[in-house]
């Protein structure tokens, strides 16, 4: 029986880009170049939804990662210029956030360090809970034509927190800049100066230092792979401030989305009215005024709508508000610890200035609840009296609740025709009598243009006495109000100040960052321009308990039979490069295989895809290979970092491991296998083929039942004669290939190696050290 089970195989439409499997459940997520992104469940690999392009968010994507939790999937848009963070569960657009230029790739990684300062803050990060309620649920979107956020989205917005524990979303991108990201909303780092376009991250679990493998062209214009590891000990030696910091920004990007969105339904609500009040104008006209029915209704109908704004504001634009003033007030408190706060570079009177932003918008919406109020109470004044009137002009019985007309309300009826007839050309550009319905909506507008009908704040007590108050006018205890503004005018300019307080910190974080070290690999070959540079090798991997990054690579055109393992300590203050190389063979097949693709399927073990020669058909082959016995050599290579591997420079002293496969492997019948990509804990595989269109998916901890034919006999056979020889050498007894000179020697004894060697000697592309 073959290793490895096939679950699922399909052929696809169009070629796929990127692939990344969950790191929590058995699904994986797929991009192609048409802009889809796909998700696949790996049984039968049954599609689960597909997220089509817009020209909203973007079509030409061009990387992806998943949230730890498994719950929030990021990609990039390179068309756009943008990152998006998908809901899971609802295929649902949650936030997008713009960029300076394309990513080209991201890393999404969650911190493992604990402490007893972290603990503490884990259990209560909730206490916000205890002194704020919990934000109301956002209605549907009113239009259809809304770009996104077309359902109920308050409780899909609070997804973006996800758990307590630190995650953080690393992006690279072609104009030498990485960013990081906490918790996928907050950008924590901006750094600079690294060399070329990112090809892939990855920041390691203690935070001590990033991993970066990077594209550069050399002065005659040839790319170059290198490595390089950035020191980004600030953020290990901070982590609980860092942490809380982190967090309590989340919170603030997380209500500022809430509150767009609630302002986005308000202007939806109000279109909703204006078009209201166009239809059943237009019906009560046609009807000829002949029915008081139709006046009724229209004014219940401008009476309902201007109450759903007034809700929104109220329990949605209020709470928002409130939840935002109590957040920046703690970071505000954290500030002023400048002990601990400083050096991550929060400025308290910048926060400061945050909370004043955010206290002018609450007092701008609450000006528009007064507005509000004010119209409905004079809309309804006018509609009843309008509705008396005709009643008596078509001579019918005037009920006697609606006969008794107060003082009151002939002054609202009286404002009512004052504030919405004019004859005042400046108001609405035209000459004539107009019917102003603007006075609401003139909030909800997007424009810099002063309000056309501003508030009324003659006779206003509490101006007139700040006014005439000399230790008040002007106090930075007040917020300002703004009276000329609209609402959306006032929150961009919120929006902006709260930008510019959170930026500061990541440009301190970013500064610190310091290059530890720049290994140039080797040069890219031209077979490989047109190859998608994800799929590309080299792959990363960060060992979370020996504290390792570890860089796995190949060299197609110089030594296609060796892949060369980097290891280097997440310090980059103690420990020095070491590599080593590995070939892998089979038993009976007497030949080195070559390399096609290698990731890192846990802390333990490769996923290689191998191809044989042309003489055996090229097959292709899915195997595991042990990290462990890779590293069994006895020597081990210290890097010069002043020297680069490509054109032997320092490859011939590198030293070689021998692999010989056991049952961990598997040949892809009828299939151009090229990529893959593994998730060690879900314990699965997804081999791609050379077309990027042919998909095999494979559970890795069982074997297939299904009869493989003759070469299942054969694969058995291989097997079934590794482990004599094994048993007969003692378990775990594996020798190192040696060469002098070109030539392979081995011990005594080694009867299998001895038939390897005589191959190996043969191929002289393999210049064994």
């Known amino acids: 029986m073959p290793a490895f089970r096939q679950v699922g195989e399909k052929q696809l439409p169009n070629p796929v880009l990127c692939m990344a499997w969950s790191p929590k459940r058995d699904l994986i997520a797929l991009a192609n170049t048409t802009g889809e992104l796909l998700l696949h469940r790996l049984a039968g690999f049954q599609r689960v939804w597909t997220l089509p392009p817009s020209e909203y968010t973007g079509k030409e994507i061009t990387a992806i990662a998943w949230r730890p939790d498994g719950k929030i999937l990021a990609f990039?848009?390179?068309?756009?210029?943008?990152?998006?963070?998908?809901?899971?569960?609802?295929?649902e657009i949650l936030h997008v956030f713009p960029m300076q230029s394309p990513v080209t790739c991201m890393h999404w990684m969650e911190v493992i360090e604990e402490s007893s300062a972290l603990s503490s803050f884990y259990n209560s990060e909730d206490e916000s809970k205890l002194f704020l309620p919990k934000l109301p649920t956002l209605p549907k979107s009113y239009s259809t034509t809304s770009k996104i956020f077309s359902e109920e989205k308050s409780d899909e917005i609070l997804k973006l927190l996800g758990e307590v524990r630190l995650n953080i979303l690393v992006l690279g991108g072609n104009a030498s800049f990485v960013e990081l990201y906490a918790y996928g909303m907050y950008k924590i780092a901006t750094l600079e100066g690294v060399l070329g376009t990112c090809r892939s991250l990855s920041l390691s679990s203690d935070l001590k230092s990033l991993s970066v493998i990077t594209e550069v062209r050399s002065a005659d214009d040839n790319p170059e792979i290198c490595y390089v590891q950035l020191d980004t000990g600030l953020l290990s030696d901070c982590l609980p401030e860092v942490t809380r910091m982190a967090r309590k920004f989340t919170h603030i990007s997380t209500l500022l989305q809430y509150l767009h969105l609630s302002l986005t339904c308000m202007c939806e609500a109000?279109?909703?009215?204006?078009?209201?009040?166009?239809?059943?104008?237009?019906?009560?006209?046609?009807?000829?005024?002949?029915?008081?029915?139709?006046?009724?209704?229209?004014?219940?109908?401008?009476?309902?709508?201007?109450s759903s704004i007034q809700k929104l504001v109220i329990s949605h634009l209020q709470s928002g508000s409130e939840a935002l003033l109590y957040h920046l007030s703690e970071v505000k408190g954290m500030a002023l610890w400048k002990q601990k706060f400083e050096p991550l570079g929060l400025d308290a009177a910048a926060i400061e200035g945050a909370i004043t932003a955010v206290g002018s918008f609450s007092l701008k919406a609450n000006e528009l609840l007064q507005v509000i109020d004010k119209s409905m109470k004079n809309f309804k004044a006018f509609f009843r009296w309008l509705y008396v009137a005709m009643l008596r002009m078509c001579?019918?019985?005037?009920?006697?609740?609606?006969?008794?007309?107060?003082?009151?309300?002939?002054?609202?009826?009286?404002?009512?025709?004052?504030?919405?007839f004019s004859e005042n050309e400046e108001l609405f550009g035209r000459k004539g009598k107009y019917f102003n319905v603007e006075r609401v909506g003139q909030y909800l507008k997007d424009e810099d243009e002063d309000l056309v009908s501003p508030p009324n704040t003659k006779g206003n007590q509490w101006l007139k006495f700040l006014q005439d108050s000399t230790h008040l006018k002007g106090s930075p205890l007040l917020f300002p109000s703004y009276p000329q503004k609209s609402l959306h005018f006032v929150k961009r300019m919120m929006e902006n100040v709260i930008e510019n307080c959170l930026q500061k910190p990541a440009e301190v974080i970013g500064k610190s960052v310091k290059q530890a070290i720049f290994l140039p690999l080797y040069n890219v070959p031209e077979s490989s321009e047109n190859t998608p540079r994800l799929f590309e090798l080299p792959s990363l991997w960060n060992d979370k308990k020996a504290k390792m990054h570890y860089v796995v690579f190949c060299m197609p055109e110089i030594s296609p039979h060796k892949l060369y393992l980097l290891r280097r300590g997440t310090d980059p203050n103690r420990y020095i490069s070491v590599i080593q190389c590995v070939l892998v063979f089979f038993v009976r097949s007497h030949y080195v295989y070559s390399y096609l693709d290698a990731r890192f399927y846990d802390d333990e073990m490769l996923t290689v895809v191998l191809q044989g020669s042309e003489e055996f058909n090229a097959r292709r082959v899915l195997a595991q290979i042990p990290i462990s016995s890779s590293l069994s050599c006895e020597t081990e290579f210290n890097w010069e970092p002043n020297l680069r591997f490509v054109l032997d420079q320092q490859s011939s002293s590198i030293p070689s491991q021998g692999l010989v496969l056991g049952n961990q492997w598997r040949e892809l019948e009828n299939m151009k296998a090229q990529f893959v990509a593994v998730n060690g804990i879900r314990k699965v595989a997804c081999v791609l083929s050379t077309n990027l269109r042919h998909i095999r998916v494979f559970e890795m901890d069982v074997e297939d039942e299904d009869e493989e034919g003759a070469d299942s006999q054969n694969a058995s056979a291989d097997q079934e004669g590794l482990e004599a020889t094994m048993s007969s050498q003692g378990q775990g007894e594996e020798e190192n290939l040696e060469a002098e000179g070109g030539a392979g020697e081995q011990e005594e004894g080694e009867g299998v190696f001895q038939k390897s060697e005589e191959h190996l000697e043969s191929e002289e592309a393999l210049d064994l050290p």
């Not at 210029?81 to 609802?90: F, G, M, N, R």
């Not at 309300?409 to 009512?416: E, G, K, M, N, S």
């Open 76 to 91: 990039s848009l390179g068309d756009t210029k943008q990152v998006v963070l998908c809901d899971v569960e609802k295929a």
């Open 270 to 306: 109000w279109e909703d009215i204006l078009m209201q009040m166009d239809l059943r104008l237009t019906k009560f006209v046609q009807e000829k005024n002949t029915s008081t029915q139709g006046l009724k209704k229209l004014g219940q109908s401008i009476e309902s709508s201007y």
């Open 395 to 420: 001579e019918e019985h005037v009920p006697p609740e609606l006969n008794k007309m107060t003082q009151k309300d002939i002054a609202f009826v009286a404002d009512f025709l004052s504030e919405h």
